[in-house]
């Protein structure tokens, strides 16, 4: 693949992640829908776009995806993507998305550690770092973000950590994501009827909710993943992990940009410390080695 190629479609990617977060938190602040329902109908369109997408990488073959994915992946896809709604209804687009992010990498990497794998003492401290940071950021204060919905998104950071050490290695990643879209769809529609029928309130959508809802599943869920599980294996290992990083500070940039939140010195300091932390750990981990195609 090209380089300019690889460059235009990585950027795309990473652009298409951070607006995940925008397009939760708008939802959820500007319109009528609820997070179970965002949830529902994101889970639902990202499925119809992954097997799509799958059926024309086969050209129009019959496709089946009873065999790509598993029930336990989908399960930790479909508490990330609750987790992440739910934690959008009262947390900014920046915040959820750093603590998302760290949550995600603290995850993988504290499963590195469970397994065995030693911290050289510049990753001990870039670890200790990112901790701090995550500590002062959640510290109370007029500018600390909501503890339960903290909480939550850091939740949704476990279960996306969880889903992607379940992938690492796949084939055909692709294939799997959509095999477990469309596993995790069914366990939405449920959730939410569940919901409806105990009669709570809680149950709502507009035509402009449902729209943004689309659009993260079909678009920055479904053809976010796709393009970056294209461009993956044209990565060098640190450069996919450490282009990642810049998920939190697009979607911050947006934050303030479309949505009117505040850039405060918290979250600069917060970021600089979380993301500075993983970039540590990430870049002596990978030091040395041969480059993972």
């Known amino acids: 693949m090209p380089a300019a190629r690889i460059i235009l479609l990585t950027v795309i990617a990473m652009i298409a992640f951070a607006s ?7 939802a959820l602040k500007h319109t009528a829908i609820d997070p179970a329902s965002f ?9 119809l776009a992954l097997w799509l997408i799958v059926r024309l990488r086969a050209s129009g073959a019959p496709v089946s995806l009873s065999g790509r994915g598993n029930w336990p992946s989908a399960l930790a896809l479909y508490a990330y ?22 949550a995600v990498q603290a995850t993988m990497i504290g499963r590195g550690i469970a397994a065995g794998e030693r911290l050289a003492p510049r990753q001990l401290a870039g670890l200790l770092l990112a901790l701090a940071g995550l500590v002062g950021m959640l510290l109370p204060g007029l500018t600390a973000p909501p503890l339960a919905g903290a909480l939550l998104m850091m939740g ?8 992607s050490l379940r992938g690492k290695g796949a084939r055909d990643a ?4 959509a095999g477990n879209f469309v596993r995790a769809a069914p366990i ?19 035509g402009v909710g449902l729209v943004y809802a689309v659009a993260s599943g079909a678009l920055t869920s479904g053809i976010g993943y796709a393009l970056w599980y294209a461009v993956l294996p044209s990565l060098r290992a640190t450069s996919a992990a450490t282009v990642q990083l810049s998920v ?3 979607a911050a940039l947006g934050g303030v940009a479309f949505l009117g939140e505040a850039l405060t010195l918290r979250l600069v300091l917060a970021s600089a410390a979380i993301l500075g932390g993983i970039a540590l ?6 030091a040395g080695t041969a480059p993972q195609r």
């Open 281 to 286: 750990v990430i870049l002596q981990k990978r």
């Open 156 to 163: 949704a950071g476990v279960a996306w950590g969880i889903y």
């Open 81 to 102: 993507a609750a987790g992440f709604s739910f934690a959008y209804v009262n947390l900014p687009a920046a915040s959820g998305a750093l603590l998302l992010f760290g």
């Open 20 to 26: 995940n977060s925008l397009l939760c938190r708008v």
């Open 174 to 177: 692709t294939g799997v994501t």
């Open 248 to 250: 939190p500070v697009i």
């Open 188 to 206: 939405a529609v449920a959730m939410s009827a569940a919901i409806a029928l105990a009669g709570s309130d809680g149950v709502t959508a507009d």
């Open 39 to 47: 949830t529902t109908v994101r889970l639902v369109s990202g499925a």
